[in-house]
């Protein structure tokens, strides 16, 4: 039975979504093609129908990944986005969770086009965030403000790793998260440096 061009690119999207949720669950050497197709509900022969090769497969996965986490921080507000990040809940759910916390350390270790879509997520989660920013105020240089941007970014993902490579009843994980999510707040709020 012949696919419908409509039905090759929602089993395409079915893999690729399938794809982002288990490399977050489990790193991308952890998720070999026959089990990936398996969860998805394919063949592992027709994997290579939809992808060249599973780096291609893991940069869309990323891809996927970036563009999930931005619906669900879209329409709400930094404050909340940081509790919602730093939360025993998004640290807990790894693989609907951050693509950044779950895999930038695997991501390092792949080729260019995986740390290129890494490097555009990174941007685009930026410019989401200064988006909730407004326009620069007088005095403050849109230079400050990005790295500020940077800044809570980089603290947000290193507190989801941090807490997440404790023991899960460890309430140092829980700590990280706590002292992180306090400390990102009160950053947030801080008027810069004219």
Do not use: W
Not at 70 to 75: S, V
Not at 89 to 99: F, I, K, L, P, V
Not at 120 to 130: K, W
Not at 165 to 187: F, G, K, T, W, Y
Request: charge should be negative.
């Amino acid at each position: 039975m012949k696919v419908t061009k409509a039905q090759a690119q929602a089993n395409r999207a079915r893999i690729v979504e399938t794809a982002s949720a288990l490399f977050r669950e489990r790193g991308y050497d952890g998720v070999g093609i026959a089990d990936l197709m398996a969860v998805a509900g394919f063949t592992h022969g027709g994997f290579y129908k939809h992808f060249p090769s599973k780096a291609d497969l893991l940069a869309e996965a990323a891809t996927c990944g970036f563009a999930q986490s931005a619906a669900k921080a879209e329409g709400v507000d930094a404050v909340e986005v940081v509790k919602r990040y730093l939360s025993r809940e998004h640290r807990d759910a790894r693989g609907e969770g951050c693509t950044m916390a779950a895999l930038c350390g695997d991501a390092a270790r792949q080729p260019e086009s995986i740390k290129t879509a890494f490097a555009t997520g990174v941007e685009s989660l930026l410019e989401a965030l200064a988006n909730q920013d407004g326009a620069p105020e007088d005095g403050k240089r849109e230079g400050d403000l990005r790295a500020r941007r940077i800044d809570v970014l980089a603290q947000m993902i290193g507190a989801i790793v941090l807490s997440r490579a404790c023991p899960d009843d460890s309430p140092l994980a829980d700590e990280i998260l706590d002292v992180c999510r306090a400390a990102v707040l009160s950053r947030l709020s801080a008027p810069l440096d004219a």
